[in-house]
């Protein structure tokens, strides 16, 4: 077998970049392991740059009639009375229009929306369950069942998660970093009251709730290294408990959670390959970068990144350009994964950490962020993808009042990202 790009991994980053190649006639051929869309919890949360890319390539229709979309995310910081300390909220609407909201879809359904439309394609094959095992020059060796194959390649794309074999075949370093906490993750169907997302936490706990599509919420719930064994223990009345503690009205819904086993433990990994790209090959998704899920910016960063590479691969196949230009991929997406894995690690420690001290620290950074509306917009608008306004020292000690809105949303669409800053590259093949 033979094709012009050969993908490993058949999720969410592999999908978006196959869909962009096989739209304008490039030949892909895919292989994934597992025989199922599969039932494991990944991103859910399509932050506003990734549904305006998803309009981009012509299939916002499709995914807008499955999902939910929400503007708000509700914080409360709760005491030990569980009374709240602080309550307030973020909105999306601070965003420049149109994408001034998020979105929730079940991530097996993102996968099957982007399987249905690749399979549109003639120039898509998709061999599944099939593994890949290695690759020699510009050659992949495959098992498929008892055959194995050979496909020539003229580029290989890693997208197989973070213990990808393309980036151990193609001798690319990775340095990853676990988190002292973990978090459960379930969803069932949710009160009336959630019709948007919600942040709680207390000393030493944290619930995440956000809506999904036909009446159910995901929730997130953050446990502490070790505590997942000895739950498992206990009958499901701890975990109830637990979350109608921090929401009461979950109370009659999360009982709906009969099996310990529908419950997932979810081990966030932070995790940062040294080069996305090496002569032919190119990693995207986990396989090149893992962040803390603390607002689902892994799962945006992997179809941005796709999105990324899907176009550079077609304007080097219809502009006759050589492997080198493959290094633009990494310049431009780069730099965005590092400033938002920045911000996903801030998260992390942030909520990771127990004890009233910190607590007390976390409410008092939190009011400085909701109570400034600079400060807000560009935490906002960097984590919706849109583009990226940098921080500054006087963002914490200037507070700008609601009256200059106006003055800040220009200041916002001078740093989001145009064409021109998404596909760089075409300004030197022009």
Same mark, same amino acid.
């Given at each position: 077998?033979?094709?012009?790009?050969?993908?490993?991994?058949?999720?969410?980053?592999?999908?978006?970049?196959?869909?962009?190649?096989?739209?304008?006639?490039?030949?892909?051929?895919?292989? !994934?392991?597992?025989?199922?869309?599969?039932?494991?919890?990944?991103?859910?949360?399509?932050?506003? @740059?990734?549904?305006?890319?998803? !309009?981009?390539?012509?299939?916002?229709?499709?995914?807008?009639?499955?999902?939910? &979309?929400?503007?708000?995310?509700?914080?409360?910081?709760?005491?030990?009375?569980?009374?709240?300390?602080?309550?307030?909220?973020? =909105?999306?609407?601070?965003?420049?229009?149109?994408?001034?909201?998020?979105?929730?879809?079940?991530?097996? =359904? *993102?996968?099957?929306?982007?399987?249905?439309?690749?399979?549109?394609?003639?120039?898509?094959?998709?061999?599944?369950?099939?593994?890949? #095992?290695?690759?020699?020059?510009?050659?992949?060796? *495959?098992?498929?069942?008892?055959?194995?194959?050979?496909?020539?390649?003229?580029? *290989?794309?890693?997208?197989?998660?973070?213990?990808?074999?393309?980036?151990?075949?193609?001798?690319?370093?990775?340095?990853?970093?676990?988190? !002292?906490?973990?978090?459960? &993750?379930?969803?069932?169907?949710?009160?009336?009251?959630?019709?948007?997302?919600?942040?709680?936490?207390?000393?030493?706990?944290?619930?995440?709730?956000?809506?999904?599509? $036909?009446?159910?919420?995901?929730?997130?719930?953050?446990?502490?290294?070790?505590?997942?064994?000895?739950?498992?223990?206990?009958?499901?009345?701890?975990?109830?408990?637990?979350?109608?503690?921090?929401?009461?009205?979950? =109370?009659?819904?999360?009982?709906?959670?009969? !099996?310990?086993?529908?419950?997932?433990?979810?081990?966030?990994?932070?995790?940062?390959? $040294?080069?996305?790209?090496?002569?032919?090959?190119?990693?995207?998704?986990?396989?090149?970068?893992?962040?803390?899920?603390?607002?689902?910016?892994?799962? $945006?960063?992997?179809?941005?990144?796709?999105?990324?590479?899907?176009?550079?691969? *077609?304007?080097?196949?219809?502009?006759?350009?050589?492997?080198?230009?493959?290094?633009?991929?990494?310049?431009?997406?780069?730099?965005?994964?590092?400033?938002?894995?920045?911000?996903?690690?801030?998260?992390?420690?942030?909520?990771?950490?127990?004890? @009233?001290?910190?607590?007390?620290?976390?409410?008092?950074?939190?009011?400085?962020?909701?109570?400034?509306?600079?400060?807000?917009?560009?935490?906002?608008?960097?984590?919706?993808?849109?583009?990226?306004?940098?921080?500054?020292?006087?963002?914490?000690? &200037?507070?700008?009042?609601?009256?200059?809105?106006?003055?800040?949303?220009?200041?916002? #669409?001078?740093?989001?990202?145009?064409?021109? =800053?998404?596909?760089?590259?075409?300004?030197?093949?022009?």
């Amino acid at each position: 077998m033979k094709t012009q790009v050969f993908i490993v991994g058949g999720g969410v980053a592999g999908l978006t970049v196959a869909l962009k190649l096989v739209k304008r006639g490039i030949d892909v051929i895919m292989v !994934e392991k597992s025989p199922h869309l599969g039932h494991a919890y990944k991103g859910e949360l399509i932050q506003p @740059k990734t549904i305006q890319l998803f !309009e981009r390539a012509g299939i916002y229709e499709s995914f807008s009639t499955a999902w939910t &979309t929400f503007s708000t995310i509700e914080t409360s910081e709760l005491n030990a009375h569980l009374q709240p300390m602080l309550r307030s909220s973020m =909105d999306y609407k601070q965003l420049p229009a149109p994408f001034q909201y998020a979105a929730m879809l079940p991530h097996s =359904d *993102i996968k099957r929306l982007l399987l249905k439309e690749v399979k549109q394609y003639d120039t898509f094959t998709l061999l599944q369950p099939a593994t890949f #095992e290695k690759m020699e020059e510009n050659r992949a060796f *495959i098992k498929q069942g008892k055959q194995k194959r050979t496909v020539a390649f003229e580029f *290989i794309i890693g997208a197989e998660g973070v213990n990808s074999r393309v980036r151990e075949q193609a001798r690319i370093e990775r340095k990853r970093h676990v988190y !002292e906490h973990d978090f459960l &993750t379930v969803s069932f169907p949710a009160p009336d009251v959630v019709k948007h997302g919600h942040l709680i936490a207390t000393k030493d706990r944290f619930l995440g709730l956000f809506p999904l599509p $036909n009446g159910y919420v995901r929730t997130v719930y953050l446990i502490r290294k070790g505590e997942y064994k000895a739950w498992r223990e206990e009958p499901l009345q701890l975990f109830y408990d637990h979350y109608v503690s921090l929401f009461p009205a979950l =109370d009659g819904h999360v009982q709906t959670v009969k !099996e310990w086993r529908a419950i997932q433990l979810m081990v966030p990994i932070r995790q940062h390959a $040294n080069h996305y790209v090496k002569d032919n090959i190119a990693l995207i998704g986990d396989a090149a970068h893992s962040v803390h899920p603390m607002a689902g910016e892994g799962m $945006n960063l992997a179809i941005q990144g796709a999105d990324c590479l899907g176009e550079l691969l *077609i304007d080097l196949y219809e502009k006759r350009k050589g492997n080198e230009f493959l290094t633009h991929y990494e310049s431009v997406h780069r730099k965005r994964v590092k400033a938002i894995m920045n911000l996903s690690h801030l998260g992390g420690l942030a909520y990771g950490k127990e004890g @009233k001290a910190w607590q007390r620290s976390r409410t008092f950074a939190l009011k400085q962020l909701l109570n400034n509306e600079t400060l807000l917009a560009k935490y906002l608008f960097n984590i919706s993808g849109l583009g990226f306004w940098p921080f500054s020292v006087k963002d914490s000690v &200037t507070l700008v009042k609601r009256s200059k809105t106006t003055r800040v949303e220009n200041q916002m #669409e001078q740093y989001q990202y145009g064409l021109d =800053d998404d596909y760089p590259w075409r300004q030197q093949m022009r």
